[in-house]
């Protein structure tokens, strides 16, 4: 009876497990039925008042695959050749010959493609310094130094592209590294294929802008305050009765305003203060001015898409004086008390200079105190322009943007001649390598060519999850009725242990934030099937333990024990070309793999321990299982 | 409620006739993969793929006429899932995404007054094909290996080899199969897709669970009966399991079916060779894995008996 009890609690376990993991892809459910019912200003209010749920329950809940809620992959690739070309100097006939050799041979095989491509020039006795490096270098060197660069504009190009995707706000989108030159970028739910195109393979702008007089920055953002206090009366009435989280935010921006405001309106711990403040602030609600006045402004990550509508309200434009443009940090910042949350910068409207006047940036680490730097080269044109610049703003703040995201915002120390600038105030070596990577994307655009690219409109990946649905519904229903109609009562009990089997698959797959695909939902189907077997042979094998004479619970006893060798070499195997199938698939048929593998697991425990533990219960209870 | 009693079919001993049978199915297999008769889809070829829904009915020739305009005329233009909606398949390459805008492009000039709605849209480079192609070999190797290995493992060479060459004959006669429907109904849009691979390695899954069930029997029966040749232990095995595989596979036959026929046209060209390639497995586990384990025993035991006498 130990056994049982082991059992029992394992199974609530898994159980509970499951619903925890599921609830927030059902409270997604819900709230998105609940907004698609409103229209207008009523689904605005509420995504307003739920904002922070609504959030949580999205980050959490299962998430589809592109085929069944549409949107877009694609393949890029990094053209080494173009990479290669750009590098080289003094390019001659012989050069453009071989580079379009090793296009064409390339373009054919899988080759790698800088060993060939110095391979050519050997075979034809042209030292590669003649294109590459300084005159004396040995070809080796040259070789690892390209190897070096390509490799680098690989991050360079996945850096530009997350900062893009990221900048134009597409939500779950994936971007990931393959193998030594390719990006995978998974684009849900966007379908407009001019936006794709020229948000992965434009150049990247790299611009250097002036910030705006921290004054100034505070009078818009006041005004700006001003302004909505009397249009969102009705907004934040609902912000009234929010979380207990979010009153302390109140707080802390509260705090960061005494010195602005000069303490007027501020006496803390008084709910109706509280949302006095609330009513009375609605934007430095969610922006909290730097106090040591620098005109920034801080959002708290999950506040940052409520600023941004609120700065995209077009009286709010109006406000907005036309040289000054708020421009956000490009990544998540992180406060000492863990705190996560992006900097909203007041920067001019026109660029002081662009990228394309950066020759060189690398990181590297200041010998005298050990920190952090990059070093940043300027051809002698803007070398020019960026002594003036500098000269004539000491003191002053300039930011490094890169399409349209701020990187770093360092302080002008001297007026800077010769074109050498060095970057301080790195907090890590890691920050240092973005910020070189940054500068050098200005410099040395990363070209990347689509090597594939897959579409779903979003109405096929309806048909999709509705077709789905169907079958899977179909084929439980044939199942069950089946299992009821073959073995009786025992079969009710595999039915039971089926439904377990669903809840587990589709709980471990919410808790692995795995996603579900359409062959996903295939493999939940073939699950189903394949769960019935191990029933099949446990139930199989205890008919013909009665009918060789034993009794019934001996016969349940010997008939679990007999099949499961038959329900464990059987399923392995299953499952080790589920893992094959993962490790060499892509995509969608990685999802079906994923959810093979998490069917068998699920259904081997569903259909040995779950009913195994009934029929005892029922033998317990006098009550004899019927196996037809 | 119970198909069958006690039986006491003889599976085996008419092997002969059905080597034959499966010698002929994996030979089709084969003929079609080689000479390309089973059409591999862009997955692998390379190109683009397109398909558009028109708020009404379409002409397939229409399309074509409107292709031909600029060149396209022989891409491959057929209905997908209903008269409303066409699929355009090329092999066509070109830089960056310019087939699928000049097919775009020439047929909202054909048809300036209808709007149609961009449904789905691949585009594949040639690279690409050609890394897919490679991947899907070196998985179906792959699991041969790990299949071949556990099996082994677990019971004996003889039963890995017979399990694996059982797997040969179903993914072969898979091949076959689909390359068959797929000439006799165009239609249906059969190419071998990633998810055409995805059902030949789940083939393989069922197919070897199916068979390790059976051969799991073997092991126990031979312990039983000690003195009982292998061809009768494999008939006795195949005949204690047989409820068991007709149960087991009948439902899974079942929700294959339901699959093919209410899983959409997106899932089908899966749905069917899973269909097919699981009765192929079923089949094979007696008629293949059985067989071989059986006549390999017995030429081996023969030459032994050469060698002592």
Redesign the interface.
Known sequence: MRNQLARIVITVCFVFLSIYFLWPTVQDYNYRKDISQLTGQDSIAYLEKNHDEILAAKAKRVKLGL?LQGGMRV?L?VDILKLLEDLAKNKDDNFHTILKEVRTES?AN?VSIIPLFAKKFQERGIRLSRYYGSIRDEDAKIISMLEDETGKSVDRAIEIVRNRVDQYGVSESGIQKQGGRRIIVALPGV?D?GEV?SLL?GTALLEFRMLKDPQISYKVMQSIDNYLTGKLETDTAAETSASKEQKKEQKKTKDALTELTGGAAVSESDTTKEAQFAREHPFFLYVKPDQQGTGEGYVAEKDKDRVVRLLDRPEVQRIIPADLEFLWSAKVQTFRDGQKFFVLYPVKRTAELTGNVVTNAQASVDPDDNRSIVNMEMSSDGAREWARITGANIGKRIAIILDKGIFSAPVVQAKITGGRSRITGMDSPEEARLLEIVLKAGALPAPV?????????P??GE??I???L??TI??LL??VL?MI????SSGLVADFALMFNLLFIIGVMAGFQATLT??G??GI??T???A??AN??IN?RI??EM?GGKTLRAAIDAGYS?AF??IA??????F??????F???????QG??MT?MIGIIASMFSAIVITHIIFNIMSEKGINPNF? | MRFFKKTNIDFLGKRKIWYIISSIMVLIGWVSIIFGFLEPGIDFKGGTEIVLTFPQKIEVNDIRVSLAKVGMGTSEIIYYGGENSVLIRTSEQAEGITVSDKIKNAVQTAFPDKKFEVIKEDKIGPKIGKELSLDALYALLWSFVGILVYVGFRFKFAYGFGAVIALVHDVSATCGFLAIVGYLAPGLNITVSQDVIAALLTIIGTSVNDTVVIFDRVRENEKIYRSMPLFDVMNRSLNDTLSRTVITNGTIFAVLLILLLFGGDVIRPFALAMFFGSICGTYSTIYVAGAFVIDYKRIRNRKAGLVTA
């Open positions: 085929d393949v690739e373009a899988e379908k294929e195109n393979q060519t689509i090597i594939e690219k897959r579409t779903v409109g109405s096929l048909d999709s509705r077709a789905g169907n079958s179909i084929a044939f199942t089946f109609l073959y073995y009786n359409l062959p939902i295939a189907v073939l189903i099937g394949m019935v077997d099949v042979l199989e008919r013909e009918a007999k060798s038959a070499d059987s399923n392995i195997t299953t080790i070309t589920g893992i094959i199938l490790q060499f698939g892509t995509g969608p048929v079906f793999a093979l037809g």
